[in-house]
């Protein structure tokens, strides 16, 4: 007999202590336990469990009045979510009202669990845009509380889903420097987990590295009791596989499956999606039956499995028919694809998954017309998310390369492949052996390199050499294009630039098109893009919403390399001194002159100066903060502090001499190096231009630190 909820009887033990008291919403009760850790790991533990979690669930939100206790939120979304009661969004807002609340209280225990649950509900891209838009409001609203660690992985994340790559990063860097992930083992695997799927694995480019963490990670999580170290030995279990697949190794996915599965029971919820997963292992090897038994099970899913099939099954179907050579099957599985695209927003991830195996399944199956088709549709999704998925970008650049006989994209592709630790060719079975074996001897296409510089005023180089004056030098607007798409990573909306560029002129649409053509024409005629001779691979565009900046294999921009190195900072060890020293090293140039400079002060012009010198500050403070914190982690004994990080803290005073963080850092570089008095005179020296600038005083934290200069001790 099928169980009725609204009218059979569920057996509830006894309710006391805690979770009576979140129940009947006893707030001053909540107050007493809300900041034990071992309370709150119950808490969540009850929360999941079938009779209680009804209870919580079933209490009508509207009945958590506003200024309730935000624990009480935070548990009534966990329960709602293991029983799938509600869309992700409605969920989400619970988790973030709950979060926004225990940060008001300084709860930061809860604010951390709060956002390691909201995470779980914005990890699709349209989510997360709408997410990080609210995390960045909680990050300024409460600012002078000291973040946890998850909550910042959680909000670098949700910025990196969201497009956000600079401050994704900054993010990253606090988050695994946070002294939690350096003490407790548990908060580093929990903040590792997700730095190796949102970051190395995406905008990172460093798959094998990101295997490797998560590697790890699967045996520290394996060893956590409990209702939510399950779920989480899951989720890594997931992660780590698919990534082993996509990195060619798919007899390692299986042995993590194998693993997972003795060591705990999978609900039949996860077990579908594990056999997803297994499916596409056993279809990548070549193993046609086992790979069709395990696709069978996947379809016992007791939710929506429109991203398993994206992402999995439907690769794995289109595999399996191919190695049949059932064209018409792989057509099927093509077409039952382009169904769920039009049904949902996908994120970007997704759909490269898709179109990628749609056009290896067709070459497989011997369809070349077909597969050449969809190679231009992938060759037109990689050029869009290059930069922010650089290893699905390479992966379908090999294929496209491989498909439309372009040898410089697969040379390209290759090399990117190579660098980021693919086994091309490790098996015998796999597509990366046939794609291997079948672009063997393919000539590389010479093409000038570029390189783009604004950091310190617009300057562009094609192999070593500038450009010709005489090409722009009356061209203000198309180097002001330039030098904003290089400063935005290569996209910016149509409609910010055109407004930006043409300010108060009234318009027709049609002829703010033909005046953006006219520009982005000179712009592709500095850089040498589509002259034919492989530099097709370089481009600029205006799409419908907007205007696009690809670069070639080979080219660069300072504003890339001040955000590698951003990225290099985030993944320092904190005991690396030696580290910082060359993150210092490369930072000295780029922060050495006024981004954007001499190209006028339009509102565009001075936005960007700004975010550019702010990624500049926020990079460089990261880097001497953390070679204090190392090497000279006391100032009361004196050290040898390196010439470059004085340079660079100098860089930085005449790049804002109005930021405190910044005059802090000097001061304490001096007090670190036994220089009191220049420490003084640094200090001395951010007064005066506070005080003439506008008006103010140092704060009291830097007034009393300048008095322990002069008189130590006080």
Known sequence: MTPNPATDVVSVPPLDGPFAAVLTGDDAAIAAFE??????????????????????????????EAGAHPIRLCLHAVARQVQHDGLAPDLGANFLEALDACMHRGNLLWADQSAALWNAWVLHESEAAKGWHAARIILQRHADVPAPPRLLATFATMAERAGELAEAGLLWARALEHPDVVTSAQTRWLVEFQWARSYLMLSGGQP??????????????????????RLLLIDVTLELAFFQILIGRPQAALDVIARTRGQLVVSAEYEAWLHGVEGLAHAVLGSVDAARAELALATRAESDTSSLELSATLPALMLVEAIAA???????????????????????????????????????????????????????????????????????GLLVGHVLGEAAVLERSRAELLEQGFELGAQDADPWQILDETTRGAAPVRVPSVRIEVLGGLRV?????????????????????????????????????????????????????????????????????????????????????????VLAEGDSSDVGDLRRIAADVAALDPRNAAGSVACATRLVPLADGIPLAGLGGDEIIVTWQRRLRDEIVETSLAVLRAWIAAAAPSSEAHVDVPQVLLTLAAALVRLDPLDEQVAACEIELHVRAGRLADGSTAFHRYREALQSAVGLTPSLALVRRHAELVEPGT
């Open 326 to 396: 059932d064209t018409p099957a792989v057509e099927a599985a093509i077409r039952r694809g382009r169904v769920l695209l039009g049904e949902r927003t996908p994120d970007a991830e997704q759909r490269l998954i898709w179109i990628y195996f749609a056009v290896l399944g067709m070459q497989l199956a011997g369809n070349v017309p077909r597969a050449r088709e969809l190679a231009a549709e992938l060759a037109t999704l990689t050029m869009e998310h290059r930069a922010a998925l650089p290893v699905y970008a390479a992966l379908g």
């Open 35 to 64: 900041l034990d850790e071992d309370i709150a790991t119950e808490l969540l533990a009850q929360a999941t469990d079938p009779p209680l979690a009804r209870l919580l669930a079933d209490t009508p939100r509207p009945m958590i």
């Open 208 to 229: 094998g590295r990101a295997v490797f963490v998560l590697e790890r990670v699967h045996a520290g999580i394996a060893a956590m009791r409990g209702s939510v170290g």
């Open 461 to 549: 180089l094609v192999d070593g050499e500038p450009v010709d004056p005489a090409l722009w030098s009356k061209r203000r607007k198309a180097r002001v294009v330039l030098a904003v798409l290089v400063a935005s990573g290569g996209r910016i909306e149509r409609g910010v630039l055109v407004e930006g560029l043409w300010y108060g002129i009234d318009m027709t649409q049609a002829q703010a098109s033909a005046r953006l053509s006219t520009v982005l024409s000179v712009v592709r005629t500095v850089l040498g893009a589509d002259a034919g001779d492989g530099t097709e691979l370089r481009s600029v565009a205006a799409r419908d919403l907007m205007v696009e900046l």
